[in-house]
């Protein structure tokens, strides 16, 4: 199945429309809680005009790390997911498919915010703007 990809580029420079979905590039949650704990910033970007329905926001995050230091070096959240390799039965045969994490409510934002260790939560409510979230916890 095809994954649409941003087509803008988010929180400055980032190239998200050329993101080859292989690491350095990408990471999952594990890699960048240990980005931003490396001083990396958190971006969040909206790729679709939440709409509400019923009590809940709807639309299409994506959660990137960037380092302030050097923004060419930037990682996007991906899934895995393990792939068999056709006509093996080998457990050592299996390959990793990166998917990007899309996150489709605002409650889900918040989540991840604080899974990340973030004492706020924040996202843009405009297809195509960027925002970076302040207010990691230290503890």
């Not at 001083?39 to 329905?53: M, S």
């Not at 959240?77 to 990793?96: I, M, N, Q």
Request: hydrophobic share 35%.
């Amino acid at each position: 199945m095809a994954q649409s990809v941003p087509s803008l580029p988010v929180c400055g420079d980032v190239p998200v429309n050329r993101i080859n979905k292989e690491p350095p590039n990408v990471v999952t949650v594990d890699g960048l809680k240990d980005l931003l704990d490396k001083g990396w910033e958190l971006c969040i970007h909206c790729d679709a005009e939440p709409e509400l329905r019923g009590p809940q926001w709807h639309g299409r995050w994506y959660f990137f790390g960037i380092d302030p230091q050097s923004p060419a070096n930037w990682a996007a959240l991906v899934t895995t997911r393990a792939l068999r390799k056709a006509g093996s039965s080998s457990e050592k045969s299996t390959v990793a498919e990166y998917t990007f994490r899309e996150i489709r409510t605002l409650t889900t934002v918040t989540t991840l915010c604080k899974e990340l260790g973030f004492t706020i939560s924040a996202a843009p409510i405009i297809k195509g703007e960027s925002i970076i979230v302040d207010g990691k916890s230290n503890s």
